[in-house]
């Protein structure tokens, strides 16, 4: 009578066995891998343009066991602090409802075509189709500042010196100015009623829409003006 006991006891845990797992879901890590590539991917692609690759280093689970249900899986990355090694945040969810949570490091890569210098570009150099190039380049750690296709670098000087290979980075990229300082220029005068035009000298660096100084030879008087064009300088009266 007890093995007979027994045999349905155990027969018993079986079947409850059997009918959990009908009423359960497995999600393989490799499922769950591929949705955190798609879904970090996807968030960085709203802040960094070029082709991303995401690579999942060491997930904490082989399989998950989910309860029957619709299964979303979403993860996300902070990218406040942008880094090409980092952890993404991971929720498990069945109709709605979080069912596990976990983090796991995960490696950022953006590649991009960029402009690379071809020789040495000494600071204060500009930049020019002879010493720089388009090249595709990893540039995860530049993924902010590299220039890229779509930025025209010509008209440019560098702030630093770059080296055979660099990417040009943007942060010591500046317009090359209409108007160098102590230069001769035009100076035109206007109100509602004149336009006065005489020379002068510049005594600052201008683009177009700056506002700098200017020295009337003239009048041998300093003065505030808007550039307007190549070596003209505006100033209301």
Not at 77 to 88: P, R
Request: proline share 3%; glycine share 6%; net charge positive.
């Amino acid at each position: 009578m007890g093995n007979i006991i027994k045999t349905v006891m155990i027969s018993l845990a079986f079947l409850i066995s059997v009918v959990g797992k009908a009423n359960a879901a497995v999600l393989d890590s490799q499922f769950i891998i591929n949705q955190i590539k798609k879904d970090v991917t996807k968030q960085i692609s709203s802040m960094v343009s070029g082709r991303i690759e995401i690579e999942v280093t060491n997930i904490p689970y082989k399989t998950i066991e989910v309860p029957e249900g619709k299964v979303d899986i979403v993860a996300s990355s902070n990218l406040q602090h942008f880094s090409s090694l980092t952890v993404a945040r991971v929720e498990i969810l069945v109709n709605g409802e979080k069912i596990k949570s976990f983090g796991t490091p995960i490696k950022i890569s953006v590649y991009d075509k960029v402009w690379v210098a071809k020789d040495v570009i000494d600071r204060g150099k500009s930049l020019s189709g002879s010493n720089i190039a388009l090249e595709k380049k990893e540039i995860t750690l530049m993924a902010e500042t590299a220039v890229r296709e779509d930025f025209s670098p010509f008209n440019c000087s560098v702030k630093k010196t770059f080296k055979p290979g660099d990417i040009i980075d943007t942060r010591y990229v500046e317009k090359i100015p209409l108007i160098i300082k102590n230069s001769p220029i035009s100076i035109v005068f206007k109100s509602s009623d004149i336009t006065i035009t005489m020379s002068a000298e510049a005594l600052d660096n201008g683009k177009i829409g700056d506002y700098i100084r200017v020295r009337s030879k003239q009048y041998k008087k300093d003065y505030i003006g808007r550039v307007i064009s190549a070596n003209t300088v505006m100033v209301n009266i």
